[in-house]
């Protein structure tokens, strides 16, 4: 099992520029979610998703958008970069969709926007 | 990544010795808690974890404790390695947000040889 990847690792934007960050995971897990981490800041929620076609907001999801087509892939899109996106991007799965499963993180996605 | 340590608290230990990291949560309705490492570079990796109706846990070289008077989460790692160089930090989960857990910012570990 390749668990939970993501690309790509490093992206950098201009302002106004959209992309789509991957997220991928051959676990069969129901639940995924999205993350940033900002210096100082403790991980924060962006969107999750608790199976194909469902997805809800988390903490911060002002400027991104997600999807879930499939269970395996959970993409997050930036409408349109702002420096205040730039951030180390986290993708999480878990396998049930109860409160108290194990969540296992992607190795991240570095954005920069100038 | 390494922008992200930036600014924690550090705790430094010699290889071999005991270590001790702290967390103070935010929310007495909290019910679950866990603990994370984050090497450099890397996603978080979970360590342990605990539900509030626990006041100790053990895992292999890694005890949490959890004090819900003081709101206070400990986790220890015993005879520390120079492996276990990362930042950690804690996460709970309170009852009201049922995927919306609360991170704390980290504590980073250094093994001293």
């Known amino acids: 099992n390749a668990g939970v990847t993501q690309t790509p690792k490093f992206q950098v934007l201009k302002t106004g520029q959209s992309m789509t960050l991957q997220c991928a995971q051959d676990m069969n897990h129901e639940y995924m979610s999205w993350y940033r981490q900002d210096p100082g800041m403790g991980l924060r929620l962006i969107h999750y998703?608790?199976?194909?076609?469902?997805?809800d907001q988390g903490e911060v999801p002002n400027g991104y958008n997600v999807s879930r087509s499939t269970t395996e892939d959970f993409p997050l899109r930036l409408l349109s970069a702002a420096p205040s996106q730039t951030s180390v991007y986290f993708c999480?799965?878990?396998?049930?969709?109860?409160?108290?499963?194990?969540?296992?993180f992607g190795p991240g996605t570095r954005l920069t926007v100038t | 990544g390494e922008s992200v340590g930036l600014h924690l608290p550090t705790l430094s230990v010699q290889e071999g010795d005991n270590s001790i990291i702290n967390c103070a949560y935010s929310?007495?309705?909290?019910?679950?808690f866990i603990w994370y490492k984050q090497e450099s570079g890397k996603g978080p990796q979970f360590i342990i974890d605990i539900r509030s109706n626990m006041d100790k846990r053990q895992g292999q070289r890694v005890t949490v404790l959890l004090n819900k008077t003081v709101k206070h989460l400990s986790l220890q790692i015993a005879a520390t390695q120079p492996g276990d160089s990362a930042v950690y930090f804690c996460?709970?989960?309170?009852?009201?947000?049922?995927?919306?857990?609360?991170f704390g910012t980290g504590t980073r570990l250094k093994v001293l040889a």
């Open positions: 929310n007495s309705a909290s019910d679950y």
């Open positions: 996460a709970e989960k309170p009852t009201s947000g049922t995927y919306k857990y609360i």
């Open positions: 998703s608790v199976g194909a076609g469902i997805t």
């Open positions: 999480a799965s878990s396998a049930g969709t109860g409160e108290y499963y194990e969540q296992y």
